[in-house]
Every structure is written in structure tokens, then in C-alpha cells.
DNA sequence: GACCAGGCACATC
DNA sequence: GATGTGCATGGT
């Protein structure tokens, strides 16, 4: 089985997933901050505390609170003290260099911006891929801890490959296309929730592991 | 109470 | 380059 059967069968089991659930590029570069090794549901009362205080309406007026505050608001997300500085370090570099506005940076060329976005303390390969791909609809392939367990499984690399290889396999073995790759991601995060657990993976009933 | 969740930086070997 | 640890809340 290829990994665009596996995309195509995984599209008719589920649909369309509608990521990333936000309202602006904005709000997803956020959440994509706060979702570091945390579970949406938790990052989703984070978000909803940072809109009640109008946080969200630009990085400009998120730049006014101060770090300390802002680790109370986020709090739910857990790591709230780190990230609460990881948030800073992004509109500190957003205001520094590009006059603190999201279209100083949406111009700029895929491999650029992904080497500006890996350079911000806090910003790692999943973060800044995330936010290349949900934010500014680049075509770059996201993996995530549930890509490697799923596809390792399955026999398609080693458990501890690396990011960068891992998303090699992917973007060589599928067409570059920011909606597959949009579309792909989500459904995995999708279907690990559902059938891949760490501990019992239902692979019984899962719809891509091979029925016996 | 243990385990897990849409990672990352940093120390150490 | 690989391996180990701190960061923290909330659900199962």
C-alpha cells in the first residue's frame, strides 16, 4: 500500500477535517505554540481565554501584555511559563524585523521563512512546518509524534527516524500539494486519536490496518 | 496514581 | 549524533 492510497483510503473512511480550527493565520501560529506536546482541548480554553481579553485581534496588542500576564491567561495549556516566553520570542522577532504585522513575513519564500521560523527560540521543526502549512498554505508536510508511530508500524521507516527524513518519505512519495498535505496530517492526528493509542492500538477496526 | 497529550531546548556523553 | 531531563495542565 502507498502512501497516497493510504491518504485516499484514510479520505473516504473520514472526510474533509477543516483544519486548522482557527479564525485567522494569527490565532493558528498561536495555537500551533500552545498544541506543543498538549492536547487540543486544553490549548482550545488557552485560545478562548486569549480572545476574551482581545489577544488574538493582532500580534500588536498581543505584544502588549506582558509575559507574566500572559503565562495566567495561557495557563490552561500547561507549560504555561515556557510558553508564554515562546510566544514572546515570536512577536519579538515579528516586531524587530518585520514591523510586527504577519504580511512582513508572508512574502517571504518558503525555505527562508521556515529558517527565519527555526532560528526563534521555541519554534521547532513541527511548530514552524505547522505554521508554514496552516498559517501560509505552503506546501510543506507536517510530522508529529503520531506520523512516526503510525507509518513505523506500518513499516514505512524506524520508530526513531529523524524529522527531516521522515518528511522526505512523505513529500517524495506524494504529490506537492498543500491540500494532500493539509488534508494528510489532519487525518492522522484524526485516526491516532481514534485507533492508535500508545498502550491499545485497535488495529481490529482501525480502517488502514490490514483486516485479518 | 500512572499514563498520555498535535515538542522543544539544553546538558551531557 | 544519540540520549536524558525539565517544562505543567487536564482527561482517562
Not at 491518504?7 to 493565520?25: H, I, M, R, V
Not at 512546518?129 to 503510525?150: E, M, N, Q
Not at 488534508?183 to 500508545?198: G, N, P, Q, T
Amino acid at each position: 500500500m502507498t502512501l497516497l492510497a493510504l491518504y485516499n483510503k484514510l479520505y473516504k473512511f473520514y472526510g474533509p477535517q477543516a483544519w486548522w480550527p482557527s479564525e485567522t493565520p494569527f490565532e493558528t501560529i498561536v495555537g500551533a505554540i500552545l498544541t506543543q506536546n498538549t492536547s487540543w482541548k486544553n490549548v482550545e480554553k488557552a485560545i478562548a481565554n486569549l480572545k476574551k481579553i482581545g489577544g488574538l485581534s493582532s500580534p500588536l496588542k498581543l505584544d502588549k501584555v506582558s509575559e507574566k500576564r500572559l503565562g495566567r491567561i495561557i495557563r490552561p495549556a500547561g507549560y504555561y511559563n515556557i510558553k508564554a516566553k515562546r510566544l514572546k520570542n515570536f512577536l519579538r522577532f515579528l516586531s524587530s524585523s518585520h514591523g510586527g504585522r504577519l504580511s512582513g513575513i508572508s512574502g517571504l519564500d518558503t525555505r527562508k521563512l521556515r529558517h527565519e521560523l527555526l532560528n526563534i527560540n521555541g519554534i521547532g521543526p513541527e511548530t514552524a512546518d505547522s505554521i508554514l502549512l496552516y498559517a501560509f498554505s505552503r506546501p510543506v508536510f507536517v510530522v508529529d509524534a503520531y506520523t512516526k508511530r503510525i507509518f513505523s508500524r506500518h513499516k514505512f521507516f524506524k520508530e526513531d527516524t529523524s524529522y527531516e527524513e521522515v518528511q522526505r518519505v512523505f513529500t517524495a512519495n506524494l504529490p506537492r500539494n498543500s491540500r494532500i498535505y493539509n488534508e494528510y496530517h489532519a487525518l492522522i492526528v484524526r485516526l491516532a486519536k481514534d485507533f492508535c493509542k500508545k498502550k491499545a492500538p485497535n488495529c481490529a477496526v482501525c480502517p488502514i490496518c490490514p483486516t485479518p
